[in-house]
C-alpha cells in the first residue's frame, strides 16, 4: 500500500510517459517486500538483512542516476533539487514492522554508507554543464549563499550531510525504541507465563490477586488449612491391566473432574501424586469458608467421578472409584527446594493425618472420611449421608481422632 501511494505521488509530481520508468522499480520493490515475507525468519535473518540492503542500493541508484527516458538533458547533480531522499524513511518505517531494533540501526549506517557513496559518485562521475554554471555565478555573484544552492552542478554538500545524519538520527532512535518495546514484550510474555503457571495452581479468582500481590507470597509461614487427598482405588492393577494409552485416557478424564472440583470451591491444587491429588484451602489466603469449600469439593470429586463412570462405560473403559481424605489444622506453607528448583507446598502433621485418612476409607467401605475438626467449622459443606465414626485409630499417629465417613 505504501510502494502504491508512491507510485500515485510520483505520476502526480512527474505527469508524463517516462514516469513508468520509476513505476517498473516499483514492481522491484514489492518483490524484494514478498521475498523477505517469504524467505525472513524470526531472530537473525541474513537473507531479510541481505533483501533490505538490496532495497536501500537500488533506491540509492534510482534518486542519483537521471532517467533516461526524461526529455531533455541537465547536470546530474541537478537530481537533488527533486528532493527524493524522504523515500529513504518508507523503507525505515517498514523495517520497523520486523521488530528488531539491530535491523534499524544497522539500516541507518547503511543508508549513510550508500548515501555518502553516492553523493561522492555524481559529484565525481556526474555530468555538468560549465556554461550554465558560469551564468548561474555571474547572476549570483553578490549572493555566494544563493550561489552555491542554485549552482546545477553543485550536489550542495551541506544539504547531503544534513540528510545523512537526520536520517542516522532516526533510524537510531527508532532502533532505541524497538529495543525498549521488545524488552517490554519479553517481559509481559513473561508475565503471561508466570499467570498460566498460577493457573495450573490455584483458582482463576485467586490468579489475578497473587500476579498483583505486593508481598512475597511464598515466604515461609504457618497458618491453619484444610487439607484434601483424593486417590484412585486400584489404580495399580488397573495400569497393570490396560494399555498405556487407556491409563493415561483414565487418569486425564479423572484429574479433570478433581481440578474442576477444587477450582469451582476456591482450592488449591497443591500437587499430583501419580493417581492423587492433594488439595489445600486457605492457602495463600485465610477465609472463614475454607473448611465448608472443602467439603464441598470432597463431595464434588465422588459425584464427578461417578457421572464420568457412565461415559467410561459407554466408551468400554473400566470403572473407577475414588477416595477423598479431608482434615483441619496447622500447617507449614512456602516455597522449598533450592534456588534452582523451587515449589510453594504445604507441610506438617495436618497433611499427614489427611493423608492418612484418605487410605482408611478401604477399611470403612466409604469414599469420604473427613476428621471432625474439618466437620465442625464446615458442616455448610457437608451434603449426602455422613455419619459420625468415633475414635478412629490411624497409622503411624497415637491419639484416634473423631471422624465423618460417607
Same mark, same amino acid.
Given at each position: 500500500?505504501?510502494?502504491?501511494?508512491?507510485?500515485?505521488?510520483?505520476?502526480?509530481?512527474?505527469?508524463?510517459?517516462?514516469?513508468?520508468?520509476?513505476?517498473?522499480?516499483?514492481?522491484? /520493490?514489492?518483490?524484494?517486500?514478498?521475498?523477505?515475507?517469504?524467505?525472513?525468519?524470526?531472530?537473525?535473518?541474513?537473507?531479510? +538483512?541481505? +533483501?533490505?540492503?538490496a532495497?536501500?542500493? +537500488?533506491?540509492?541508484?534510482?534518486?542519483?542516476?537521471?532517467?533516461?527516458?526524461?526529455?531533455?538533458? /541537465?547536470?546530474?547533480?541537478?537530481i537533488?533539487?527533486?528532493?527524493?531522499f524522504?523515500?529513504?524513511?518508507?523503507?525505515?518505517?517498514?523495517?520497523?514492522?520486523?521488530?528488531?531494533?539491530?535491523?534499524?540501526?544497522t539500516?541507518?549506517?547503511?543508508?549513510?554508507?550508500?548515501?555518502?557513496?553516492?553523493?561522492?559518485?555524481?559529484?565525481? /562521475?556526474?555530468?555538468?554543464?560549465?556554461?550554465?554554471?558560469?551564468?548561474?555565478?555571474?547572476?549570483? $555573484?553578490?549572493?555566494?549563499?544563493?550561489?552555491?544552492?542554485?549552482?546545477?552542478?553543485?550536489?550542495?554538500?551541506?544539504?547531503?550531510?544534513?540528510?545523512?545524519?537526520?536520517? /542516522?538520527?532516526?533510524?537510531?532512535?527508532?532502533?532505541?525504541?524497538?529495543?525498549?518495546?521488545?524488552?517490554?514484550?519479553?517481559?509481559?510474555?513473561?508475565?503471561? $507465563?508466570?499467570?498460566?503457571?498460577?493457573?495450573?495452581y490455584?483458582?482463576?479468582?485467586?490468579?489475578?490477586?497473587?500476579?498483583?500481590?505486593?508481598?512475597?507470597?511464598?515466604?515461609?509461614?504457618?497458618?491453619?488449612?484444610?487439607?484434601?487427598?483424593a486417590?484412585?482405588?486400584?489404580?495399580?492393577?488397573? $495400569?497393570?491391566?490396560?494399555?498405556?494409552?487407556?491409563?493415561?485416557?483414565?487418569?486425564?478424564?479423572?484429574?479433570?473432574?478433581?481440578?474442576?472440583?477444587?477450582?469451582?470451591?476456591?482450592?488449591?491444587?497443591?500437587?499430583?501424586?501419580?493417581d492423587?491429588?492433594?488439595?489445600?484451602?486457605?492457602?495463600p489466603?485465610?477465609?472463614?469458608?475454607?473448611?465448608?469449600?472443602?467439603?464441598?469439593?470432597?463431595?464434588?470429586?465422588?459425584?464427578?467421578?461417578?457421572?464420568?463412570?457412565?461415559?467410561?462405560?459407554?466408551?468400554?473403559?473400566?470403572?473407577?472409584?475414588i477416595?477423598?481424605?479431608?482434615?483441619?489444622?496447622? $500447617?507449614?506453607?512456602?516455597?522449598?527446594?533450592?534456588?534452582?528448583?523451587?515449589?510453594?507446598?504445604?507441610?506438617?502433621?495436618?497433611?499427614?493425618?489427611?493423608?492418612?485418612?484418605?487410605a482408611?476409607?478401604?477399611?470403612?467401605?466409604?469414599?469420604?472420611?473427613?476428621?471432625?475438626?474439618?466437620?465442625?467449622?464446615?458442616?455448610?459443606?457437608?451434603?449426602?449421608?455422613?455419619?459420625?465414626?468415633?475414635?478412629?485409630?490411624?497409622?503411624?499417629?497415637?491419639?484416634?481422632?473423631?471422624?465423618?465417613?460417607?
Amino acid at each position: 500500500m505504501a510502494l502504491a501511494a508512491s507510485g500515485v505521488l510520483i505520476a502526480f509530481q512527474n505527469p508524463s510517459w517516462s514516469v513508468l520508468y520509476f513505476h517498473g522499480f516499483l514492481l522491484v /520493490f514489492i518483490a524484494l517486500g514478498w521475498a523477505q515475507l517469504r524467505y525472513a525468519t524470526v531472530g537473525h535473518s541474513r537473507i531479510e +538483512l541481505t +533483501l533490505i540492503m538490496a532495497d536501500l542500493v +537500488l533506491l540509492a541508484a534510482i534518486l542519483t542516476v537521471p532517467n533516461p527516458f526524461a526529455p531533455g538533458a /541537465f547536470p546530474t547533480a541537478m537530481i537533488y533539487r527533486f528532493e527524493t531522499f524522504p523515500y529513504f524513511f518508507i523503507i525505515l518505517a517498514l523495517a520497523t514492522l520486523a521488530y528488531s531494533w539491530r535491523t534499524l540501526l544497522t539500516m541507518g549506517v547503511a543508508t549513510a554508507l550508500i548515501w555518502f557513496l553516492s553523493v561522492v559518485g555524481v559529484a565525481v /562521475f556526474g555530468t555538468t554543464d560549465p556554461e550554465l554554471g558560469s551564468r548561474v555565478a555571474a547572476a549570483f $555573484a553578490a549572493m555566494p549563499g544563493v550561489r552555491d544552492l542554485v549552482d546545477p552542478n553543485s550536489v550542495i554538500w551541506s544539504l547531503r550531510a544534513q540528510e545523512i545524519v537526520i536520517f /542516522f538520527l532516526v533510524s537510531a532512535i527508532l532502533a532505541l525504541r524497538g529495543q525498549r518495546s521488545n524488552a517490554l514484550l519479553i517481559r509481559q510474555a513473561s508475565i503471561a $507465563a508466570e499467570r498460566a503457571n498460577l493457573s495450573r495452581y490455584f483458582p482463576p479468582s485467586l490468579v489475578e490477586e497473587l500476579a498483583s500481590a505486593s508481598g512475597d507470597v511464598g515466604s515461609v509461614r504457618s497458618q491453619e488449612v484444610a487439607v484434601l487427598f483424593a486417590d484412585i482405588v486400584g489404580f495399580t492393577q488397573l $495400569a497393570e491391566r490396560e494399555k498405556p494409552e487407556t491409563v493415561i485416557q483414565i487418569l486425564r478424564s479423572c484429574h479433570a473432574v478433581i481440578e474442576e472440583a477444587i477450582f469451582s470451591n476456591g482450592g488449591t491444587l497443591d500437587k499430583y501424586l501419580g493417581d492423587g491429588v492433594m488439595a489445600t484451602f486457605g492457602t495463600p489466603r485465610v477465609s472463614p469458608a475454607d473448611c465448608a469449600n472443602a467439603l464441598a469439593a470432597a463431595r464434588d470429586i465422588v459425584d464427578g467421578i461417578a457421572s464420568g463412570n457412565a461415559l467410561l462405560a459407554t466408551s468400554g473403559l473400566p470403572q473407577l472409584r475414588i477416595s477423598v481424605g479431608v482434615h483441619f489444622g496447622p $500447617a507449614i506453607i512456602g516455597n522449598i527446594g533450592s534456588e534452582r528448583r523451587l515449589e510453594f507446598a504445604t507441610l506438617g502433621d495436618t497433611v499427614n493425618v489427611a493423608s492418612r485418612l484418605e487410605a482408611a476409607t478401604r477399611n470403612l467401605g466409604c469414599q469420604i472420611v473427613a476428621s471432625d475438626a474439618v466437620v465442625s467449622r464446615g458442616e455448610g459443606g457437608m451434603r449426602g449421608d455422613f455419619r459420625r465414626v468415633p475414635a478412629l485409630s490411624l497409622r503411624g499417629r497415637e491419639a484416634p481422632i473423631d471422624v465423618w465417613v460417607a
